[in-house]
């Protein structure tokens, strides 16, 4: 019977390890399946920040596209603005200008009409002159002779 008394020992040692393994593998598993389930976890979290940040970012290249494109609407608003004041400008310089011009010739015409009468006049005095020297020289020639 010490054969038998060994073989029980060695099957309740075999038994008791076997206990002790399934026990360690089952305390592995739980650990394993609790990184596990850590790990969907944080993952999930990563997932859901990425997910956040790229909504934020979203929203962010939406505003500054529209920031952009009412900047670029007003750039051209004004720039139409300028164009059409500046043509406006130049449209009252030209009748202006016309303006000027048209009285400018008027000046002229009533200046060389005036030179005109200035030289009617001083030619008509110096006939008349002439004419007042020739009969007072006749005037003069016959009391002379």
Do not use: C
């Not at 008791?16 to 850590?38: P, S, V």
Request: proline share 1%.
């Amino acid at each position: 019977m010490p054969d038998e008394e060994l073989t029980i020992d060695v099957l309740k040692q075999t038994q008791a390890e076997n206990r002790y393994l399934k026990e360690t593998i089952a305390a592995m598993r739980d650990q394993m399946e609790r990184l596990q389930a850590e790990s969907i976890e944080k993952i999930q979290d990563a997932t859901a920040a990425a997910n956040d940040e790229i909504m934020q970012l979203r929203a962010a290249v939406t505003a500054q596209r529209e920031e952009l494109e009412r900047t670029a609407f007003e750039k051209g608003k004004s720039i139409q603005t300028a164009v059409a004041g500046a043509n406006d400008e130049i449209t009252q310089l030209r009748a202006a200008i016309a303006t000027l011009r048209d009285e400018l010739e008027q000046q002229a015409a009533i200046h060389r009409e005036l030179l005109q009468e200035q030289d009617r006049n001083a030619r008509d005095e110096a006939d008349h002159l002439k004419q007042m020297i020739q009969a007072l020289r006749t005037r003069l020639e016959e009391r002379v002779d």
